[in-house]
């Protein structure tokens, strides 16, 4: 019954998300709290400026309320639920990281249009969570059955992990994919709908290994993220910010980790994938022909890549519907390969 049980409590995570999503929107509208755009496209996107951000606090609150809730009684009998309590650590974490970045975004644009922390800063912070994370899960003795060991698709039988590649990659897969998802965070709707469905196809996994605080965990942040899309399909009335974006992304891979599948993050997150990728390729590509050709040459007409196909003529909302079955695709895929 764990999985009727998970759905009813991902679909109460919505239903509260959407109630207590108007008056929240109407706060940080009356706070100021706006998104500014500094992009190529600015003139398509100029009607968003000022759209209230940091929506990011609609998913993680309530998930964070309902989830303590669920496991309090496991929590205060035996020290049973630690599982649980490092996805939240890092949800919570990489969002209070995310809401320092927005804030001090904010109020740079209040002056000259400014950037909220500097990358090195962001990035080391998110070294620094990250590798908590990974510690806690490879030193914990109970609680993490699946993890510490790799699962490859047609192979049978786990393959243990040492602690010292292990460590080393939850880092790298953590801090990743947390900026993966901050690069899909541009358009209307985008973000939001890969998270939802990739944290379902993780939701599935875990109920299939019979991880049942993971499983209901899974689904809670997808009737949370609903809730917030609720609010952010186009024309969008909040944006997530880093807030939402920097969490979702560390948590997923957290989840990843947790049920042993991260081999399969990149097909379950392909289309955060893909945009990082397309950031790395236009980097590169532009760097390569300024130093060996002398002019300056791009693969993309902008990275991330819903930037290039925006700016090739699609709609904001043909981008996020067909980013959205590539996503669901693949997610699909991903469980059919934890099957095998």
């Known amino acids: ?41 600015q003139k398509r996107h100029e009607a968003k400026i000022g759209t209230p951000t940091m929506g990011g606090v609609l998913i993680i609150l309530p998930v964070v309320i309902m989830t303590l809730g669920l496991n309090l009684a496991s929590l205060v009998r035996r020290v049973s639920g630690p599982s649980i309590l490092v996805p939240m650590f890092v949800l919570v974490g990489f969002g209070l990281l995310g809401a320092i970045d927005d804030w001090e975004g904010i109020q740079r644009s209040r002056g000259p249009i400014g950037e909220g922390l500097s990358g090195r800063i962001k990035f080391a912070a998110q070294v620094v969570l990250a590798t908590i994370t990974a510690v806690t899960i490879s030193l914990y003795d109970g609680g993490f059955s699946f993890a510490n060991e790799l699962r490859v698709p047609l192979i049978d039988f786990p393959i243990p992990v040492s602690p010292f ?141 819903h930037g290039h196909f925006e700016l090739g003529g699609w709609s904001e909302t043909q981008i996020v519907q067909r980013f959205w079955l590539v996503g669901l695709l693949s997610a699909m895929l991903g469980v059919a390969l934890a099957l095998i």
């Not at 764990?2 to 999503?21: E, K, N, Q, R, Y």
């Not at 460590?167 to 993966?180: D, G, K, Q, W």
């Not at 985008?190 to 019979?210: D, K, P, R, W």
């Open 1 to 41: 019954m764990s999985l009727p049980f998970a759905l009813t409590v991902g679909a109460v995570a919505f239903l509260l998300g959407v109630i207590w999503g108007a008056p929240f929107v109407e706060i940080l509208r009356r706070l100021k709290i706006g998104k500014q755009i500094r992009d190529v496209l």
């Open 165 to 305: 590649v292990f460590i080393p990659l939850c880092v790298f897969l953590i801090v990743a994919t947390s900026n993966a998802v901050n690069f899909t965070d541009g358009l209307d709707g985008l973000a939001g709908i890969i998270s939802a469905s990739a944290f379902a196809a993780y939701g599935v996994i875990a109920f299939l290994q019979q991880q049942v605080p993971l499983t209901q965990f899974c689904f809670i942040l997808v009737g949370a993220c609903f809730a917030f899309l609720w609010y952010n399909a186009h024309p969008a009335q909040l944006f997530m910010g880093d807030t939402g974006s920097l969490a979702l992304g560390a948590t997923l891979a957290t989840v990843a980790i947790m049920t042993g599948q991260w081999l399969l993050l990149p097909v379950i997150a392909i289309v955060p994938v893909a945009e990082t990728l397309s950031v790395i390729l236009q980097v590169a590509s532009a760097k390569y022909t300024r130093r060996y050709w002398g002019v300056d040459r791009r693969i993309f007409r902008q990275a991330p890549l």
